[in-house]
């Protein structure tokens, strides 16, 4: 990094790699796509009746695997009225080959000009050749006329079959455009390639010409040549941030959220130009290679332990038992991983795993062939076999691993580390109770053979020291991860989901997730802190710890909060350092500096997750998630779907304080929402109109929809359709009734009686709250508890409801294995607890992250009160179960090394 170079030659390096990164974007990487249209011959032979409670279907056959946009030729538009509230939208459905329905919108025309072309954003991945539908009718009595085409002229295969209420239109279909989005292909990106290797030759002989004739060709080393590239970068980033959010305000049109989110992107680029920019002590600087060669174990380990957090979180997601069989089998395929890693090279290649190597490879192919058929067994199920092998493979290996090295300890009459008697007693008499209850669960035994295995691998492990520094290391690259997947694939939402999930589609299974990670963090910026309090040393963990402090925000979990309060008191207490005053003044000051990092990231995190997923469009999303079409088609970036600031602030005093909503963020605040959508833009960015939803009204312009209706006389085309003039004329008499309701009637609604009222929660997610039925759980728990425990989960509550789990981690195990169980759990949380603070006390000046132990038993324990989260597959279960392999193991006395333990 720090090796010297001539500046000409540095300046051409960072050239071509550039180029080459973006020619890697563009294969095989394929992050660009192309727009092939697919446009008929466009020669108008009429209309179509008006689409009012009637309705149009029209087939089409798929050309590529994307869909976009459908853009569709409206001859004319008469609105609507939906009590007094003007409707110029109408019903687009979209159908696949099964007639089931994709999805559903609602087409606004208010502004295109009409007749002309309607855009309607349809974002799909389609089956090529399959034949797909679209469903068109009018909404609260609009009225639609769409223009039609001759078939046989329309010069195009992939569109034929309309339908007009059941009768078929033979030999006419939809005028429309349809634009499908595919990767770039051959042809375009090789052209692309070329381009960029001609204006990387140019540019890099342009440098050598440069520094030829001015002769100032100074010596620069590789970092600083890095760092004026990325101050480019940053600078390009941030000045196109700006420009789309600030100026243009493509995003929102509140003062409050564009004055915010520039907020966040000015510290965001903060962020980015001192991290880019702040001076770094040269004499620390390790080579890279140095550092592989010495770290490479622990790198590995904390990549696989990611792995396993990544499996248990797609367990957590899963909702199915399939889902939870593949989930598992990625845990145990990354969990042993992770404990390879433990062992020196020559325990794993030898002689003897060779043997079983070549056994393990036999048995797969004999099961391969005889036993799996690729023709019956659908996607799902041969992901699972494929993990299942895997899994069972290397389970094998570390078990003739672990074995060989305990015979070679025998033969040479090796003697293990140190067990601590009392508490491996504990938890071996917890791990035996939840086989032998364990009633039909079969986790249980995978649960304790694994980590049997890990224990007894870490017993054999020279650097016991790293553990708990890997964990950690593992929760944060996997957190970093999520962040990234999130930002690009998960849109915060304003009214389905205000609570944001994450990468889970529970709020709660999110908030204790964040919990771990907040410890893991807190852990990391423990141990910097004792060596130094300068920000550019703890600049990277407090990022980390306000990045995952504003997810556990955005959250709203009143559990969450509990935890990581509980717990950031024990782990600050325990790692703040000093005596009386002076660590007093010590767990202040973290406290405050970790305030003020969760405040610094929170204006950065919220931009972000708003504004990045509205720009990609690539919404991710779970079986049980329902999406509003306006964010999963990608069509608005300023939809009012999309979280705002005020009504984050809303939602966040409702769940936490208790502050009833006061409405100004309701779906009744439309109006406001509707004037910002009505202004308009010329291709200078100037606002060529500011009127509202009324003013537009009121002006009788309506950008020719409705025109033709207005003046009493039919559209201007010549109809196409199977309605007779009186059916027509009967159609026009009901329009014109409804219009004269909606200017003179009276829509005052008689109010119910508060007994009847009954509140409508449909748009909230309905999360579970400490005592919203939470009471009624607990009691039919300990009304059914008994000493052997059940087969089943769930509880049966009074109304004869099932509630799968009892929302305390305590109950549930004591339910599920017997009270017996339940009470040496208990004790094993205590012991824990008590081992872990002696852990600290021993090896605080030896151990990174030595405070974790105890940290994370609290986290649990709090969690736990209110939530199900000790399984092999849960974030927390498996957290807390690999933080207790040094209470174990290394727990001899104080100052001892870590080749002596």
């Not at 192309?34 to 050309?63: C, H, K, M, W």
């Not at 204790?512 to 963990?541: G, Q």
């Not at 003013?695 to 009788?700: A, H």
């Not at 199977?722 to 309701?741: Q, S």
Request: charged share 20%; glycine share 6%.
């Amino acid at each position: 990094m720090y090796k010297i170079v001539n500046k000409s030659h540095a300046i051409q390096s960072v050239i071509i790699l550039l180029t080459l990164i973006a020619m890697m974007t563009i294969y095989p990487i394929r992050m660009w796509d192309e727009t092939i249209p697919s446009v008929s011959n466009q020669i108008l032979a009429g209309s179509s009746d008006s689409i009012g409670e009637d309705y149009l279907l029209q087939r089409f056959i798929a050309q590529y695997d994307h869909l976009g946009t459908v853009n569709l030729y409206i001859a004319d538009f008469e609105n609507g009225w939906n009590k007094d509230q003007r409707v110029d939208s109408f019903i687009f459905r979209m159908l696949d080959s099964d007639m089931q329905v994709m999805f559903e919108q609602k087409v606004d025309v208010r502004f295109i000009d009409i007749p002309g072309f309607c855009p309607v954003y349809i974002n799909e991945d389609l089956e090529v050749g399959s034949d797909y539908y679209f469903f068109l009718q009018g909404l609260n009595g609009s009225r639609v006329w769409f223009g039609l085409e001759e078939t046989a002229s329309a010069g195009t295969q992939y569109v034929s079959r309309l339908v007009y209420n059941y009768d078929e239109l033979q030999g006419y279909n939809i005028v429309g455009e349809y634009y499908y989005m595919v990767p770039l292909r051959k042809d375009k990106i090789f052209a692309y390639d070329v381009i960029l290797l001609i204006l990387a030759a140019l540019l890099v002989g342009a440098v050598q010409v440069y520094f030829r004739l001015s002769k100032k060709d100074k010596l620069i080393t590789v970092e600083k040549a890095f760092r004026y590239t990325a101050n480019i970068v940053a600078a390009a980033i941030t000045g196109g941030a700006l420009y789309i959010i600030s100026v243009r305000r493509f995003f929102s049109g509140q003062f409050t959220d564009n004055i915010f989110y520039t907020i966040g992107v000015l510290l965001g680029s903060a962020t980015l130009f001192y991290a880019i920019n702040h001076k770094r002590d040269r004499s620390r600087y390790v080579p890279l290679r140095d550092k592989i060669k010495e770290h490479g174990a622990d790198y590995l380990q904390s990549a696989f332990i990611a792995g396993a957090v990544w499996a248990c979180c797609n367990y957590m997601n899963g909702l199915y038992d399939i889902h939870h069989r593949i989930a598992e089998r990625q845990f145990i395929v990354f969990f042993a991983l992770a404990i390879l890693t433990m062992c020196k090279k020559k325990e794993i290649f030898n002689k003897i795993t060779l043997v079983y190597a070549a056994l393990a490879a036999a048995a797969v192919y004999h099961y391969y062939s005889y036993y799996v058929d690729y023709l019956a067994m659908d996607q799902l199920d041969l992901k699972a076999v494929r993990y299942g092998v895997l899994a069972l493979v290397l389970s094998g290996l570390v078990i003739v691993t672990i074995a060989r090295r305990l015979v070679f300890m025998l033969l040479k009459k090796e003697k293990m580390n140190r067990l601590s008697l009392w508490y491996g007693g504990v938890l071996g008499l917890f791990f035996l109770l939840i086989i032998v209850f364990r009633n039909t669960r079969w986790w249980t035994v995978a649960l304790v053979i694994s980590f049997v295995l890990f224990y007894l691998c870490y017993a054999l492990w020279d650097k016991k020291a790293h553990l708990l520094q890997n964990m950690s290391n593992g929760l944060i690259l996997h957190f970093v991860c999520c962040i990234i997947f999130s930002m690009l694939h998960r849109p915060f939402l304003s009214w389905v989901y205000p609570r944001f999930p994450f990468i889970f589609h529970t709020v709660t299974v999110t908030a204790v997730y964040l919990t771990f990670i907040i410890c893991a963090a807190l852990m990391k910026l423990m141990d910097k802190y004792k060596e130094s309090h300068k920000l550019k040393d703890i600049w990277a963990e407090l990022l980390v710890l306000g990045a995952s402090g504003t997810y556990m925000l955005f959250t709203a979990s009143r559990t969450g909060f509990m935890s990581v309060a509980a717990m950031l008191v024990v782990g600050v207490v325990m790692a703040a350092g000093g005596v009386g005053k002076e660590r007093l003044i010590n767990i202040l000051r973290l406290f405050v500096v970790m305030g003020a990092a969760v405040i610094w990231c929170f204006p950065i995190v919220f931009t972000g997750q708003r504004i990045i997923p509205a720009l990609g469009s690539d919404v991710y999303k779970y079986e049980v998630e329902v999406f509003p079409d306006a964010i999963e088609r990608g069509s608005e970036w300023d939809s009012m779907y999309y979280i705002t600031v005020e009504r984050f602030v809303e939602v966040f005093n409702n769940k936490i304080f208790g502050i009833e909503e006061s409405g100004t963020s309701s779906y009744e605040r439309s109006e406001e929402y509707q004037k910002y959508r009505a202004k308009r833009f010329n291709s200078e960015g100037e606002v060529v109109w500011e009127g509202g939803v009324g003013d537009l009204y009121q002006s009788g312009q309506s950008d020719g929809a409705g025109e033709a209706a207005a003046n009493g006389s039919e559209p201007k085309l010549g109809i196409i359709g199977t309605k007779t003039k009186e059916e027509r004329a009967a159609d026009d008499a009901r329009a014109a009734e409804l219009e004269r309701d909606a200017q003179e009637g009276d829509f005052t609604e008689t109010p119910e009686d508060k007994d009847d009222i009954v509140e409508d929660t449909s748009v909230y997610e309905k999360t579970e709250e400490y005592a919203n039925g939470r009471m009624d759980i607990f009691r039919a728990y300990l009304d059914q508890l008994n000493l052997t425990g059940h087969d089943e989960m769930g509880a049966l509550l009074p109304d004869g409801t099932l509630a799968v789990h009892a929302h305390n981690i305590y109950l549930q195990v004591a339910y599920d294995h017997g009270i017996l169980v339940g009470v040496v759990f208990i004790l094993l949380g205590a012991a824990t607890f008590v081992q872990g603070c002696i852990f600290f006390g021993r090896r605080k000046e030896s151990v990174p992250c030595a405070a974790m132990p105890a940290t994370v038993v609290v986290a649990f324990a709090t969690a736990g009160l209110v939530e199900w989260i000790f399984h092999l597959c849960h974030p927390a279960g498996f957290t807390l179960l690999i933080v207790l392999a040094p209470l174990l193991f290394d727990m001899g006395k104080k100052d001892e090394t870590n080749e002596e333990r």
